[in-house]
């Protein structure tokens, strides 16, 4: 069907912050080896944390589940090496604070668990057996926020999915690795994509990539020819890849607020987990690698890694040259969303999209003590929700929890748009995450109490009649 | 590694380079066109009254932070721009010291009272001549330069303009036009001149060296310039300005009268580009920017046509500044996701 253009509709604002992306966007996928031990948190998604199910002493392959959980919201984790398990006790994790990990010594032989086997040709399964199948390889979302893919693969029967979305935007500036895999692996990443089309029983697909891409809009392009599959260029602007923002662009249908992708009939999913997913059913390869660009001013050679999961950083670093000057902030994931690290010492998850170190120059910027506010508008005008960063601001700042309601804080999609472009440096989408988990706090608190209340009724309702 | 070193904040970690001053500076530099010819053109007394509103300005700002133990931001330069802006809608003659108090009154009362930058209700700059002028009536209209003076092209055309100028005693062209138009009062004379001959007589000047204004009327071409300067490095957005000029264009022409000279003559533009898009005193969001706008071309044309005072542009600013409070309440952005249907299917 070819291209279907990428014009703005209905959404508006955005930013445009330099792309960076230069620094690597030339550098071929390069495997590097894992460290001589690995360090696997049992949290690598949104949703339950997972159990271990190895103990000090075990021998484990390449592929063997070490993590699990019976929630539906999870997916189990593997070992990306052959070793020996050292230990299981709480490890720094780069989302922050101490998890559960399992230390595996790397025996360095690579050698692969053998109840991992392609499954039968996809074609021939059932949409049910895909997402088993999608749910035991220990999918989650690459783009970096990590959701259980097969949870994203099962949509209700009342929301019928006609379209898959693939996620190429890539927005963030710095990060080139779904880049690189529409580059290298274009065969691969539609087989993913195709896949998920048939779990979710979605007629049309679009593969939606940046402009400033043409090269992997070309490479798609050549690639889906006959596939039925069309390939979206869209305008670059941050954040073209948050999925609200993508869908309105690509369909003209807005997610409701509170809502799903599904709630609209779309599935939408990152490059690198369509590359997963094609892995997955062509060599039965479960998640136990990702790809991590690492990159920043600081940083003596850029690249793009193909990485073990449960890598330090400081092990990547090391394999792309380490740092010409100590940096000022490391960072992982993009800048505009990305999460600061205190230590090196963290290991690459399956949400690790890129490693980023800023050099003390690109780093430095103050902040008011008090948030100020011009009243310019900027904030008003890139916010791609519609919402009033600087209302909620001011209001996050002064606790006024009802007015924050009202104004639809809940809706923030936490792009930082509103941060990045004030004039004053009034640290908007900070105040504005603040205010949301006191909200949530205080949601939760009010819940408990009721059913407090509730069951001191029921009890005292009960004694009644006993007595 | 140099561990412990590592600045920990969160995102977005990179920032665009904007920032107050340099909003500011864009501003003044958009201004220093017009300011510099109209020095050229009104001489020292311009001068005077230039640099006693600066100075005003700058000493209202700084005492009142001192006073009030606040850190002192002369150094984003937007006492400097108030006092500059204020200096444009004064007459080139106004005593100095008129001008110097208006300054001081424009920081004091327009914008420290209120708690400072961005906390204003109404533009400071024309509060400080709403009180200049509202004191000083007689230096207000006895401070307009005569074109004689300058020596402005003498054709029988001028003439007859500078005639009906000077029966307003020495206010600007649109206080004489108002005599113009009024078949009453006009030393014209019912049915002598046509209207639009006349109103067209004024274009060249008003738009190249304009003799009769304030000071900062001195060349509508400059201030358009300003004005586009600004929308290209989206200083301001170009909603408020255009649907300013717009509606005063539109209603004048509905009601018979040279929309092109009423652009053109008194301080339209000058409010529109510079006064009404002060962020502080105009809405937030870009649909209350364009009601916004539309109200400040209703209230200039009610103000123009049925009160005595030509005046209109400023008093329409302040009267709209005043409701901007209820526009951004009513009046905000299209939320993403606000679709009917679609939000009680996931209620269901
Ligand atoms: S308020 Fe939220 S959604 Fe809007 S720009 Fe700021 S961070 Fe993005
Ligand atoms: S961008 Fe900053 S200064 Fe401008 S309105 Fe928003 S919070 Fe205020």
Same mark, same amino acid.
Request: glycine share 10%; aromatic share 8%.
């Given at each position: 069907m070819g291209?279907?253009?990428?014009?703005?509709?209905?959404?508006?604002?955005?930013?445009?912050? +330099?792309s960076s992306k230069d620094l690597t966007a030339e550098k071929q996928i390069r495997r590097i080896e894992a460290p001589a031990t690995v360090t696997i948190p049992m949290r690598q998604h949104i949703g339950a944390p997972c159990t271990?199910?190895?103990k000090k002493g075990d021998e484990v392959l390449v592929g063997t589940v070490i993590g699990d959980s019976e929630a539906f919201v999870s997916a189990p984790i593997h070992s990306s090496v052959s070793g020996k398990v050292v230990q299981v006790a709480p490890q720094p994790h780069p989302a922050g604070g101490e998890v559960l990990a399992a230390i595996i010594e790397n025996d360095g032989e690579y050698r692969r668990d053998p109840s991992l086997a392609p499954p039968s040709p996809w074609e021939d399964m059932q949409p049910e057996e895909i997402r088993k199948e999608v749910r035991s390889a220990g999918m989650v979302g690459l783009g970096g926020a990590a959701f259980p893919t097969h949870v994203k693969l099962s949509p209700p029967r009342e929301y019928p999915i006609d379209?898959?979305?693939?996620?190429?935007?890539?927005? $963030?500036?710095?990060?080139?690795?779904?880049?690189?895999?529409?580059? $290298?692996? +274009?065969?691969? #990443?539609?087989?993913?994509?195709? &896949? &998920?089309?048939?779990?979710?029983?979605?007629?049309?697909?679009?593969?939606? #990539?940046?402009? *400033?891409?043409?090269?992997?809009?070309?490479?798609?392009?050549?690639c889906v020819r006959g596939s039925g599959i069309e390939v979206a260029s869209l305008r670059t602007r941050y954040p073209q890849g948050a999925e609200k923002v993508l869908i309105a662009n690509l369909l003209h249908r807005e997610v409701p607020s509170g809502g799903l992708p599904m709630h609209v009939g779309v599935v939408v999913n990152n490059v690198g987990t369509a590359y997963a997913i094609a892995r997955r059913f062509s060599e039965g390869m479960p998640l136990v690698e990702r790809v991590v660009t690492v990159t920043g001013s600081v940083v003596r050679e850029p690249s793009n890694l193909m990485v073990p999961l449960g890598t330090g950083f400081s092990h990547a670093v090391e394999a792309c040259g380490g740092f010409t000057e100590p940096p000022a902030k490391v960072i992982m994931g993009g800048p505009m969303m990305g999460l600061a690290?205190?230590?090196? $010492?963290?290991?690459?998850?399956?949400?690790?999209?890129?490693?980023?170190?800023?050099?003390?120059? $690109?780093?430095?910027?103050?902040?008011?003590?008090?948030?100020?506010?011009?009243?310019?508008?900027?904030?008003?005008?890139?916010c791609p929700m519609g919402l009033i960063p600087t209302y909620l601001g001011t209001y996050a700042h002064n606790e006024k929890w009802d007015l924050l309601q009202r104004l639809h804080i809940e809706d923030c999609i936490e792009c930082g748009c509103c941060t990045y472009t004030c004039p004053t440096k009034n640290p908007l989408v900070q105040l504005i995450k603040t205010g949301k988990a006191e909200l949530a706090r205080r949601r939760q608190h009010a819940e408990r109490r009721e059913s407090e209340n509730r069951a001191a009724a029921e009890k005292s309702e009960g004694a009644g009649k006993d007595g | 590694m140099d561990e412990g070193k590592l600045i920990i904040s969160t995102?977005?970690?990179?920032?665009?380079?904007?920032?107050?001053?340099?909003?500011?500076?864009?501003?003044?530099?958009?201004?220093?066109?017009?300011?510099?010819?109209?020095?050229?053109?009104?001489?020292?007394?311009?001068?005077?009254?230039?640099?006693?509103?600066?100075?005003?300005?700058?000493?209202?700002?700084?005492?009142?932070?001192?006073?009030?133990?606040?850190?002192?931001t002369l150094d984003d330069c937007s006492a400097l721009l108030t006092g500059l802006l204020l200096?444009?809608?004064? +007459?080139?003659k106004l005593p100095w010291w008129v001008a110097g108090v208006a300054g001081l009154a424009a920081t004091v009362l327009g914008k420290q009272m209120f708690g400072g930058l961005g906390h204003n209700i109404f533009n400071p700059a024309l509060v400080g001549r709403a009180v200049a002028f509202v004191s000083w009536p007689g230096y207000f209209a006895a401070g307009y330069a005569k074109s004689a003076a300058i020596g402005i092209a003498n054709t029988a055309a001028h003439k007859t303009i500078q005639a009906a100028v000077d029966v307003a005693s020495g206010a600007s062209p649109l206080a004489a036009m108002k005599i113009v138009y009024d078949p009453s009062t006009s030393p014209i004379g019912p049915g002598g001149v046509p209207?639009? &001959?006349?109103?067209?007589?004024?274009?060249?000047?008003?738009?190249?060296? *304009? +003799?009769?204004?304030?000071?900062?009327?001195?060349?509508?071409?400059?201030?358009?310039?300003?004005?586009?300067?600004?929308?290209?490095?989206?200083?301001?957005?170009?909603?408020?300005?255009?649907?300013?000029?717009?509606? #005063?264009?539109?209603?004048?022409?509905?009601?018979?009268?040279?929309?092109?000279?009423? &652009?053109?003559?008194?301080?339209?533009?000058?409010?529109? #580009?510079?006064?009404?898009?002060?962020?502080?005193?105009?809405?937030?969001?870009?649909?209350?920017?364009?009601?916004?706008?539309?109200?400040?071309?209703?209230?200039?044309?009610?103000?123009?046509?049925?009160? *005595? *005072?030509?005046?209109?542009?400023?008093?329409?600013?302040?009267?709209m500044n005043?409701?901007?409070?209820l526009i951004d309440r009513y009046i905000m952005p299209r939320r993403y996701g606000r679709v009917k249907e679609a939000e009680e299917a996931v209620r269901t």
């Open positions: 291209r279907t253009s990428g014009l703005l509709y209905r959404i508006r604002g955005g930013v445009h912050p +330099p271990p199910r190895v379209t898959v979305i693939l996620n190429g935007a890539e927005c $963030e500036p710095f990060l080139t690795s779904d880049y690189r895999l529409l580059l $290298e692996e +274009p065969d691969a #990443v539609l087989e993913g994509m195709r &896949i &998920i089309m048939r779990a979710v029983g979605a007629r049309r697909g679009i593969v939606a #990539v940046e402009d *400033n891409k043409p090269k992997a809009i070309k490479a798609m392009e050549t690290q205190y230590t090196l $010492e963290v290991p690459v998850v399956k949400g690790t999209s890129g490693i980023l170190a800023l050099s003390w120059k $690109e780093a430095r910027y103050s902040e008011p003590a008090e948030p100020v506010c011009i009243r310019c508008g900027r904030c008003v005008d890139v | 995102s977005p970690h990179v920032r665009d380079p904007i920032n107050t001053r340099r909003i500011m500076c864009h501003v003044i530099a958009a201004l220093a066109p017009v300011t510099v010819y109209a020095l050229v053109i009104h001489g020292l007394s311009a001068l005077w009254v230039l640099l006693a509103s600066i100075a005003g300005a700058m000493l209202g700002d700084f005492s009142m932070q001192k006073g009030r133990r606040l850190p002192v200096a444009l809608t004064m +007459p080139p209207r639009g &001959i006349v109103a067209s007589t004024y274009y060249k000047p008003l738009l190249l060296a *304009n +003799p009769w204004g304030c000071i900062g009327e001195v060349s509508a071409l400059l201030l358009i310039l300003g004005g586009i300067y600004l929308v290209a490095t989206r200083v301001i957005g170009w909603r408020i300005t255009v649907f300013y000029v717009g509606t #005063v264009a539109a209603l004048t022409a509905i009601t018979g009268r040279d929309p092109l000279f009423y &652009i053109l003559a008194g301080g339209l533009l000058i409010g529109a #580009v510079f006064m009404a898009t002060d962020y502080t005193t105009s809405p937030l969001a870009r649909r209350g920017k364009i009601v916004y706008g539309i109200g400040l071309g209703v209230v200039t044309w009610l103000l123009r046509f049925w009160s *005595n *005072n030509p005046e209109g542009v400023m008093f329409a600013i302040l009267f005043a409701l901007v409070p």
